[in-house]
């Protein structure tokens, strides 16, 4: 929740969802999912503007749309950036080399 102090009054902006909610809700629904139940800790989120950023790496391509899936209806989240890589166990990746 936003205020702002404009002399003798504060407006408070209600229709903000604070990044801490936002991402204590992202905790929450990773550390109950089935796919991400031991390995929450490995995604790095950030929300700023209504945009959920995701980034760290998923063994398979399933397992990035299953993430974005479980996060896209959050309260306040309106777009998700997901940069999260693909990164097998045989050696194969997303990661682009510069």
């Known amino acids: 929740m936003e205020s702002t102090l404009h002399e003798d009054f504060i407006r408070i902006d ?43 790496s998923v063994p398979t391509f399933y397992l990035k749309q299953v993430l974005q899936s479980i996060l896209k209806d959050l309260p306040g989240v309106q777009r998700i950036d997901n940069r999260v890589d693909v990164v097998s166990a045989a050696g194969l990746s997303s990661v682009r080399r510069a």
């Not at 991402?23 to 959920?52: A, M, N, P």
Request: proline share 2%; charged share 30%.
């Open 14 to 56: 209600s229709a903000a969802t604070p990044k801490g909610e936002v991402l204590q809700g992202v905790k929450g629904r990773l550390s109950q999912s089935c796919h991400f139940t031991r390995h929450w800790r490995e995604i790095e989120c950030d929300y700023r503007d209504g945009v959920l950023t995701l980034r760290g």
